[in-house]
């Protein structure tokens, strides 16, 4: 019987009673793996024995985490790698060759947009970057070379929405397989699969692990495309995972539902209050019943995340130092983690995207991203109140 979220992403992939009864899965640092006769390596090369060959090809701690995975993003098979990159430019490079075309949501993470012009630039492997918010303008760039749509949602830091349903629908029409970094929402808020996406990826370095000692990647899609990518670009690229990451995973997947239930309560608590502060000039939060993407958000994400971008009343300055203000906020990039993590986009995450193309992403010099972690969110409001009240009047990177 199929079993809730909840209860899955503590029980599913491991099974104590393979384990002499260990409650906590077993960690196998092991590089290779002893076959018991030359026969058996005959076979388990051929394919023809299940069994563990070589780590590269399949670890018995990095396979729990892979199974456990699948079951969240109801898929049939997942794949572990060693960083979200690693997922991201396996999959990418495994579906193309010379000549094909990849159409993707504008806006996607920095250096999946830097692998998609290294794709262009060294193998003919063609992209368009595009808003994915009309079906007609969408159909419009699909080629007859289009073998991938490469979707974010929400985006960073915007939080733009894709409506996956209707982006479901237009591949199917057109055959192209759909790949969604699912890295902001994690399974337990929004699972691509079920609206008709092919191939969920995850940055698991954010909320799967959750504590911010990890990174690390995940794929999840039906059994052939996983053993097709498994065989080739895993393999051969070798981007794979270390078995004690994957342990810190299954150990952060267990508490996945209670964390983000709480990022998800402090972030709508902290959106009241900034919306309710004079030197806030605008926010991007998929909670806000007037954000331009809240039908969208309603429709296919089970709560709106723990994601908040803001602008600020004043310049890039001004928006430096309400970062320097900051008491108990650390200034980082990643997201997803225990604490709340502020960053500057225009300067940090986006810099390399350059100022016109920031202009147009909706990226002004005055915005500022926050990761609301799990503190206490009267603790983290203090913080951002006190800093509201303070970044016009001082230049902090005088007196630090
Ligand atoms: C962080 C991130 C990535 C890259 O993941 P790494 O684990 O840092 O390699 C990809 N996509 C999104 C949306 C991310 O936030």
Excluded at 91 to 117: A, E, P, R
Aim: hydrophobic residues 40%; negative net charge; charged residues 25%.
């Amino acid at each position: 019987m199929k079993k809730r979220i909840e209860t899955e992403v503590i029980h599913s992939g491991y099974s104590s009673d393979q384990h002499h009864g260990a409650l906590a899965p077993p960690i196998y640092p092991t590089s290779t793996f002893v076959f018991p006769n030359a026969e058996t390596g005959e076979q388990r090369f051929a394919g023809e024995e299940e069994g563990y060959i070589y780590s590269r090809l399949g670890n018995p701690t990095v396979k729990m985490l892979e199974d456990r995975i699948a079951v969240l993003e109801g898929g049939e098979k997942g794949l572990a790698f060693g960083s979200g990159m690693a997922a991201v430019s396996a999959v990418l490079l495994g579906l193309t060759k010379s000549d094909d075309h990849i159409l993707c949501s504008q806006g996607v993470y920095g250096c999946t947009f830097g692998l998609l012009q290294m794709m262009e630039e060294k193998y003919r492997i063609e992209h368009d970057l595009i808003s994915m918010t009309d079906p007609e303008v969408i159909e419009a760039h699909i080629q007859p070379n289009t073998k991938v749509l490469f979707i974010e949602t929400p985006i960073n830091p915007t939080m733009t929405l894709v409506d996956l349903e209707m982006i479901g629908k237009i591949a199917e029409k057109h055959n192209v397989t759909v790949v969604v970094d699912n890295t902001f929402s994690t399974p337990y808020l929004q699972r691509p699969l079920e609206f008709g996406c092919h191939i969920v990826i995850h940055s698991a370095t954010k909320y799967i692990g959750g504590h911010g000692d990890v990174v690390a990647g995940l794929v999840v899609s039906d059994a052939e495309t996983i053993k097709f990518l498994a065989s080739t670009t895993q393999k051969d690229i070798g981007g794979i995972m270390s078995p004690f990451d994957a342990w810190l995973l299954l150990r952060g997947l267990k508490t996945l539902p209670i964390r983000m239930d709480r990022h998800c309560d402090n972030a709508s608590y902290i959106f009241e209050k900034l919306k309710a502060h004079p030197m806030v000039e605008s926010i991007a939060y998929p909670g806000d019943p007037q954000f331009r993407d809240y039908m969208i958000a309603n429709k296919q994400m089970d709560r709106p995340g723990g994601l908040i971008s803001f602008t600020l009343k004043g310049d890039k300055k001004d928006a430096q130092n309400f970062l320097n203000t900051m008491k108990m906020i650390k200034i980082a990039v990643s997201l997803g983690d225990a604490e709340t993590l502020i960053q500057h986009p225009a300067t940090m995450t986006h810099a390399v995207v350059g100022e016109e193309a920031r202009a147009k992403m909706g990226i002004s010099d005055t915005l500022v991203r926050l990761s609301i972690g799990l503190e206490a969110k009267e603790d983290i409001w203090a913080d951002i109140e006190q800093g509201l009240k303070a970044y016009k009047n001082s230049d902090m990177t005088e007196t630090v």
